[in-house]
């Protein structure tokens, strides 16, 4: 099939190459801005009547034909919320004419729109979403500032189909149409995020304010001219430049918030500037914008879970989240064919966190009591760089990329403590989402409890990416019809890597007193926790006894060496596509060739314990791996203008997935323990966990179909059906069986399993009323199926972290002074892992948000968000919801700020 669609793809292009007629004539230019020339308008469509040719407006309110014949033409632009603009303009031979063209509408005047928020942001995405040649969905920066998101995560789980998995209760991964995060691409100014955390594919996106973003586009069905690793969907995050703004603008922003839970005050503070310069004898050539943003938040949460047989977790929360984001974007543009740019981001993610927990574990009489502290600072950093240029050639569009992108995740000077005692009677049925401890009063008490052991961690990931892409395009003629037909390449180089170093103390703890640690009794809402430990009196009885302390050699060496691994990847893509206007159907098709070269360093890492021969000991041997695989992938995307109000698409496209990098290191973590059983013989059990360097990607095939119908005014009502084939779904299993690992008890290493499937519905409704009032509702069905093998067993479940309902509902009003917003998001339970014969549910989440703010002026506005309104948990269950796996409550936030424009 792939090489029919292929062979199918290739002839169309070439057919559009062969026919093809075109005359360089003459050019026209344009800019849509409001009457005030302050504000400009993305996604206009902009069309040439007489010759059925059709464009959209850029960022910076621009739009460009080439080539056209000489003569006089009726130029329409299109936006939703005002009528059409109609123009005549004259093309002449040879010459670039340009005209500046204004919105207005007497019944509906734009300038409100622009000047009084969430119309504006509704408006402009609902433009964009029209003229795109694929299915997106997309926030813009008007609509960011509009909810109370405080980063691109929180923003994006507005959009129909999309939905975020919650740390701490902040949005942090994103997933589209309910599958993992890992299957889909991010990517800022065009250059793909590497991911700092260690293992993973995904990133994070609380790491960015939504402050620095000046949109997110979301598309659902790619073209031959994105990267093809996004099975679900691909993620642009783009930031501020100078050019989306007329002359000279600034902004700050000064916020205060509580958290009710931890009742801590944490200020925020975010600015922007940006200007455009004269250079030379030319106009506005030069355009430069910056934005800051810091967030200081203080905060926690309360949690009880279990494994839900025979142990019960309480643990306290004390958190301090830090972010610094930073913006510096540079625009040159010396005429109307040339244009420059580089793109800079920076993001800092500051997380210190100091965890104290009680863990029963009930076994009658041999019960057993811990007392844990975690106490850890973790550092993200995100760093982008963009270059490139735009450059017209006579009828031939240029434009090239180069980008460099790193990440890291530090963990330094980590520091846990576990102490222990038994004796005492511990009972708990384990049953309700938040199970209740029967205990003797000396439980409580910290003089009670040995210490046991102390474990000091520096644990290092780092991320870096180098691309370069190339784009080539040409308008022309096919019998009258307009067509295009572009092509490129584009080559990434990323090296991903884990450092972990850690140091286990297991001994010399007798004359310890836990005692010295106590504190006074935790604050825990969720019912008597007992005494505290005090975290800086661990941290200093630590640093004083570092050197006397005792060290588990071989388990720290086994962890360290074991989980440190080197993976590089190098991406090959090359792609052609055509495009080509018939009447009123639109046809984008083309394929796309990925070449992957993937190389893997890490180490085979056995822990001996023999008694037979007196042997205690860690085996380390390198082991290196490397897999090359190659993908051609067509696609085709169809959109039908049915009326001027009612549009339909279909699209059908190839994608992949690449493995997760701690999926496919090369590491093996193996234990040998050889024992004296009853008879007097030896017994040697191995056990091992490895990775898996030869697994494939996930491969997908997509089908896509959706309606969308404008109404009028600033609105939009559609439905769409999207249907996934995935191939080489990864799943974990028991090899033990297979001959390479001959004579191992268990081996968990990660394999391509079974096909899985995934169907779904997308509704969505946006509407803007005259009398000011807003409505906003978007609702996604869906329904998946995969197999798994765990342990021989065959499980016929959902796709993990899959739910079967995703939903938003925003009721809200504006008028001159006022903006008000209530929005609710809706996420339905999901299966989230198999755990031995059980299977782990995450519950359904309902989450009710209010904003409001209130314009002193139309430079200047004071808001007030309250965040999780209903205090809705965290709750997850093993296959009964009255069985209890966690349950975590974060209460409620209240953030008051001020904003001024200029």
């Known amino acids: 099939m792939q090489y029919k669609l292929s062979r199918l793809s290739s002839a169309c292009l070439a057919a559009l190459i062969s026919t093809g007629v075109y005359a360089e004539q003459g050019n026209f230019i344009g800019k849509l801005s409001d009457s005030a020339k302050e504000v400009y308008f993305q996604g206009a469509q902009v069309r040439i009547k007489e010759l059925n040719l059709t464009t959209q407006t850029r960022r910076d309110g621009t739009f460009r034909f080439s080539n056209l014949p000489a003569g006089t033409y009726t130029l329409e632009i299109s936006y939703l919320g005002t009528k059409p603009v109609l123009r005549t303009i004259s093309i002449k031979e040879n010459e670039t004419l340009t005209g500046d063209f204004t919105l207005s509408d007497t019944r509906n005047p734009m300038e409100d729109v622009v000047v009084f928020g969430q119309r504006a942001g509704q408006a402009g995405a609902l433009n964009m979403q029209r003229s795109a040649d694929s299915i997106k969905s997309i926030v813009s920066s008007d609509a960011i500032g509009q909810f109370p998101d405080q980063n691109v995560a929180e923003a994006l789980q507005r959009l129909p189909g999309l939905s975020i998995e919650r740390d701490q209760g902040e949005g942090r991964f994103v997933g589209i149409r309910g599958l993992d995060p890992n299957l889909n691409n991010v990517?800022?100014?065009?250059?793909?995020?590497?991911?700092?955390?260690?293992?993973?594919?995904?990133?994070?996106?609380?790491?960015?304010?939504?402050?620095?973003?000046?949109?997110?586009?979301?598309?659902?069905?790619?073209?031959?001219?994105?990267?093809?690793?996004?099975?679900?969907?691909?993620?642009?995050?783009?930031?501020?430049?100078?050019?989306?703004?007329?002359?000279?603008?600034?902004?700050?922003?000064?916020?205060?918030?509580?958290?009710?839970?931890?009742?801590?005050?944490?200020?925020?503070?975010?600015?922007?500037?940006?200007?455009?310069?004269?250079?030379?004898?030319q106009h506005d050539v030069l355009g430069v914008a910056a934005a800051v943003s810091w967030f200081d938040r203080d905060f926690g949460s309360d949690n009880i879970e279990s494994n839900g047989e025979d142990e019960l977790e309480q643990r306290h929360y004390q958190i301090n989240r830090e972010r610094l984001g930073a913006a510096l974007n540079l625009d040159y543009r010396p005429d109307f064919n040339n244009q420059y740019y580089l793109r800079t981001l920076y993001s800092e993610f500051a997380d210190t966190e100091f965890r104290q927990a009680n863990i029963f574990t009930f076994d009658g009489d041999d019960s057993e009591i811990e007392r844990e502290s975690k106490d850890r600072f973790e550092e993200q950093q995100i760093l982008s760089v963009t270059a490139g240029a735009e450059h017209q050639l006579d009828s031939w569009l240029l434009t090239y990329q180069g980008g460099y992108s790193e990440s890291s995740e530090e963990e330094p000077d980590a520091l846990y403590y576990v102490f222990k005692t038994d004796g005492f009677a511990i009972d708990s049925d384990l049953q309700g989402e938040i199970p209740s401890v029967q205990q003797e009063a000396g439980v409580a008490e910290l003089g009670n409890y040995e210490l046991d052991e102390i474990e000091f961690a520096n644990n290092l990931a780092e991320d870096t990416e180098y691309s370069f892409k190339v784009d080539l395009s040409k308008d022309f003629l096919i019998q009258e019809h307009p067509a295009q037909i572009k092509f490129g390449s584009k080559y990434r180089s990323r090296e991903k890597q884990q450092t972990t170093r850690v140091t286990f103390f297991d001994g010399d703890f007798d004359d310890i007193m836990p005692q010295s640690f106590a504190t006074s009794s935790v604050d825990w809402g969720l019912g008597d926790f007992g005494q505290g430990l005090d975290k800086n009196a661990l941290r200093s009885f630590f640093n004083a006894n570092r050197s006397s302390l005792e060290i588990a050699e071989l388990d720290s060496e086994l962890e360290s060496n074991g989980e440190s691994y080197l993976n590089e990847e190098d991406i090959f893509a090359a792609y052609m596509m055509g495009k080509i206007d018939i009447d009123n159907l639109r046809v984008v098709a083309g394929i796309r060739y990925e070449r992957t070269q993937f190389n893997t360093k890490g180490q085979r890492v056995e822990l001996v314990e023999d008694e037979q021969n007196d042997v205690e000991q860690v085996v380390n041997t390198p082991w290196q791996a490397e897999q090359d695989y190659d993908y051609w992938l067509p696609s085709i995307n169809v959109r039908y203008t049915m009326s001027d109000n009612l549009i339909a698409r279909f699209a059908y496209t190839q994608t992949i997935a690449r493995p997760k990098f701690e999926e496919s290191a090369a590491f093996q973590i193996i234990e040998s323990k050889t024992e004296e059983n009853d008879e007097g013989g030896f017994d040697t059990e191995r056990e091992a966990e490895v990775g898996n360097p030869l697994l494939k990607p996930f491969e997908s095939d997509n089908i896509d179909l959706s309606v969308e119908y404008y109404p009028g005014g600033i609105g939009v009502l559609s439905a769409g059906y999207f249907y996934k084939d995935i191939s080489n779904f990864v799943i974990f299993a028991d090899v033990a069986d297979q001959p390479q690992w001959n004579g191992f008890d268990e081996v968990i290493q990660p394999l391509n399993g079974e096909d899985a499937s995934l169907h779904g519905l997308e509704l969505s409704w946006v509407k803007t009323f005259n009398n000011g009032l807003l409505l906003s509702a978007n609702a996604t069905f869906s329904d998946s199926e995969a197999v798994t093998l765990l342990d021989g067993e065959r499980f016929e479940t959902s796709l993990p972290n899959q739910s079967d309902r995703v939903g938003n509902l925003t009721l809200g009003y504006e008028d001159n002074q006022w903006s008000l917003r209530l929005t609710l998001t809706h996420k339905s339970e999901n299966l989230q892992e198999i755990d031995g014969e059980r299977l782990l549910m995450e519950d359904s989440h309902q989450q009710l948000d209010f904003s409001g703010k209130y314009y002193i002026n139309q430079d200047m506005h004071l808001y007030l968000n309250a965040i999780n309104l209903t205090d809705e948990p965290f709750y997850s269950y093993f296959d009964q919801r009255n069985n209890n796996a966690q349950y975590e409550e974060y209460g409620r936030t209240l953030e008051l700020g001020f904003t001024w424009k200029m």
């Open 187 to 281: 990517s800022i100014n065009g250059v793909n995020i590497p991911s700092p955390e260690a293992g993973v594919r995904s990133v994070a996106l609380d790491v960015f304010p939504s402050e620095l973003v000046e949109g997110l586009e979301v598309t659902k069905s790619v073209t031959p001219d994105m990267d093809a690793d996004a099975i679900g969907g691909s993620i642009e995050v783009k930031s501020l430049s100078a050019f989306d703004r007329a002359g000279q603008s600034a902004s700050i922003t000064v916020q205060g918030s509580q958290n009710q839970l931890r009742d801590e005050i944490s200020p925020k503070i975010s600015a922007s500037y940006t200007n455009r310069f004269d250079v030379g004898t």
